[in-house]
T-cell receptor, first 114, second 109 residues
Framework: NAGVTQTPKFQVLKTGQSMTLQCAQD?????MSWYRQDPGMGLRLIHY???????DQGEVPNGYNVSRSTTEDFPLRLLSAAPSQTSVYFC?????????????FGPGTRLTVT | DAKTTQPPSMDCAEGRAANLPCNHS???????VYWYRQIHSQGPQYIIH???NNETNEMASLIITEDRKSSTLILPHATLRDTAVYYC??????????FGQGTELSVKP
């Protein structure tokens, strides 16, 4: 299994541009989520999904959209990038929403918005 | 959501046990304690989790106090590769992982 994969690894955008961060997992996990990590802030949950067709907001959802058309993929869209969205983005997945399931993280995407 | 409190940093000598404390005094009865770590520039890595009983796996041991208000992660023989930020997390009812600031563990030769 490849686990959780993310593309691209690095990205530079200009303010106002849009882009999609890709996330895929091959473990047949129901639950997927997106986090951003900023210095001194820890990881903050952006959006999550408990299964195909179902998404919900996390702590910091503004400026981001998600969709979950398949179990495997959970893309994160930035509609109009802002410098405040400069961050490292991590995608994660786990078997289901139950409390006892461990979460697997991808390697991250480093995004810079100028 | 139960919150956790960890020391911001700790040092440990290579080959010695690293004991990382965590306070979670407002934990609810059905909330699990999770530990993750993040090595520089990589995604977080699951280490261990527990509810009430002490747990051990190939990476670490987790000791949870009887009142569940605190726990300790033990790396029995720390190596330089264990240098990382360690996060103690209490999972809330919705199943979301809420990361705090963590403890930056430096293992020194």
């Amino acid at each position: 299994n490849a686990g959780v994969t993310q593309t691209p690894k690095f990205q530079v955008l200009k303010t106002g541009q849009s882009m999609t961060l890709q996330c895929a997992q091959d473990m047949n996990h129901e639950y997927m989520s997106w986090y951003r990590q900023d210095p001194g802030m820890g990881l903050r949950l952006i959006h999550y999904s408990v299964g195909a067709g179902i998404t919900d907001q996390g702590e910091v959802p503004n400026g981001y959209n998600v969709s979950r058309s398949t179990t495997e993929d959970f893309p994160l869209r930035l509609l109009s990038a802002a410098p405040s969205q400069t961050s490292v983005y991590f995608c994660a997945s786990k078997t289901g929403p139950a409390l006892s399931y461990e979460q697997y993280f991808g390697p991250g995407t480093r995004l810079t918005v100028t | 959501d139960a919150k956790t409190t960890q020391p911001p940093s700790m040092d440990c000598a290579e080959g010695r046990a690293a004991n990382l404390p965590c306070n979670h005094s407002t934990i609810s009865g059905n909330e699990y304690v999770y530990w993750y770590r993040q090595i520089h520039s990589q995604g977080p890595q699951y280490i261990i989790h527990g509810l009430k009983n002490n747990e051990t796996n190939e990476m670490a041991s987790l000791i949870i106090t009887e009142d569940r208000k605190s726990s300790t992660l033990i790396l029995p023989h720390a190596t330089l590769r264990d240098t990382a930020v360690y996060y103690c997390i209490v999972r809330n009812q919705g199943g979301k992982l809420i990361f705090g600031q963590g403890t930056e563990l430096s293992v020194k030769p």
